[in-house]
């Protein structure tokens, strides 16, 4: 794996006005996220410097580019795990590893949660959004990875260090799922059903699913992986303090794990393109000042 001083998980306003501060900085940085939502037809009206209003668009493109003049052009993958090293902190995208020193996420709003009866009655009984934290408790039992993408994909497939007894559901959704993932799950004999999850059952925890045509699946484990992965799950398989689906930081943007900072929406407040862009210049402060004393 390619190591780097910081690794920023996200290309918006947050993650891309701290690539700027790190990259003039010269520390060696990493960013990878993909375009924000906002970055569409949308008139931004009251961010400051653009009296005629600008298009999300444009100030996404504005900043991307700045941040590739400093050295750290966005790289478009999706992060799908993030792990303490030895040193460090691993960073797995779906097609790299990086090692980095230092961590700012910067991965906008929280968690999609899926419309499922019972699912909060669950949680903790069954429910889980976090393999790393909780696959253990299901050993050599049915579990099922819930959700439509490579997130999931991977969730599924760490699961399989815990039971052999792994089932895919995409949850009624078009699979995202890209070819070199498919052929794992497939090796490695996980069943995908395709169906939705309408609701869940079980006596003293998680018995079964039930989809939307009556039928049912047992499992014991559900594993909500819908989408991407995002600041919530990476602060849950770390142990990073949360405010509800909120990442915890101080005023120098750190979090309670030292190297690790977040920024923008992901740490709730007001969610906006302009204190989202200070936060990031907050969190880069403050993580080249860990890069420079605990990475070199
Ligand atoms: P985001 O901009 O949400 O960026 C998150 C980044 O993280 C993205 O690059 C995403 O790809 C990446 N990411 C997430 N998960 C992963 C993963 N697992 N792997 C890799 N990358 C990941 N605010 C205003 O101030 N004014 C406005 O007029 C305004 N209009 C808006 C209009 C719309 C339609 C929307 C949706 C929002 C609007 N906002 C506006 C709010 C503003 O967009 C957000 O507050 C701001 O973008 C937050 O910045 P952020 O960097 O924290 O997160």
């Given at each position: 794996a390619e190591s780097v001083e910081l690794c920023i998980i996200g290309a918006g306003p947050a993650g891309l006005s701290a690539a700027i501060y790190a990259g003039r900085a010269g520390i060696a940085t990493k960013l990878f996220g993909r375009t924000p939502k906002f970055a569409a037809d949308y008139e931004i009206d009251n961010y400051y410097g653009f009296p005629e209003t600008i298009l999300g668009r444009d100030l996404h493109e504005r900043g991307l580019a700045q941040a590739a003049r400093f050295g750290v052009p966005a790289i478009e993958e999706q992060v799908l795990g993030l792990h303490m090293a030895e040193k460090g902190f691993e960073v797995v995208t779906a097609k790299s590893k990086v090692l980095a020193c230092a961590v700012?996420?910067?991965?906008?709003?929280?968690?999609?949660?899926?419309?499922?009866?019972?699912?909060?009655?669950?949680?903790?009984?069954?429910?889980?959004?976090?393999?790393?934290?909780?696959?253990?408790?299901?050993?050599?039992?049915?579990?099922?990875?819930?959700?439509?993408?490579?997130?999931?994909?991977?969730?599924?497939?760490?699961?399989?260090?815990?039971?052999?007894?792994?089932?895919?559901?995409?949850?009624?959704?078009?699979?995202?799922?890209?070819?070199?993932f498919a052929a794992r799950l497939n090796k490695a004999g996980v069943v995908v059903v395709e169906q939705a999850v309408e609701r869940l059952e079980g006596e003293n925890g998680l018995d079964r699913l039930v989809f939307k045509d009556g039928s049912t699946l047992d499992a014991h484990g559900l594993f909500v992986a819908m989408g991407e992965a995002s600041g919530a799950d990476f602060a849950q398989s770390l142990g990073l303090q949360t405010s509800g689906a909120y990442i915890e930081v101080d005023r120098e943007q750190a979090t309670n794990i030292p190297g690790i900072f977040a920024a923008g929406d992901c740490t709730g407040g007001f969610l906006q393109i302009s204190t989202a862009v200070g936060e990031g210049a907050l969190a880069a402060r403050a993580a080249i000042a860990y890069v420079k004393k605990h990475c070199r």
């Open positions: 700012i996420l910067a991965t906008g709003v929280a968690r999609n949660r899926p419309k499922i009866a019972g699912l909060s009655e669950f949680e903790g009984k069954g429910v889980s959004y976090c393999v790393t934290c909780d696959g253990f408790f299901f050993k050599n039992k049915p579990v099922v990875a819930l959700g439509e993408g490579n997130y999931a994909a991977s969730q599924a497939l760490e699961l399989l260090n815990y039971t052999p007894h792994v089932t895919l559901c995409l949850h009624g959704k078009k699979s995202a799922i890209d070819e070199d």
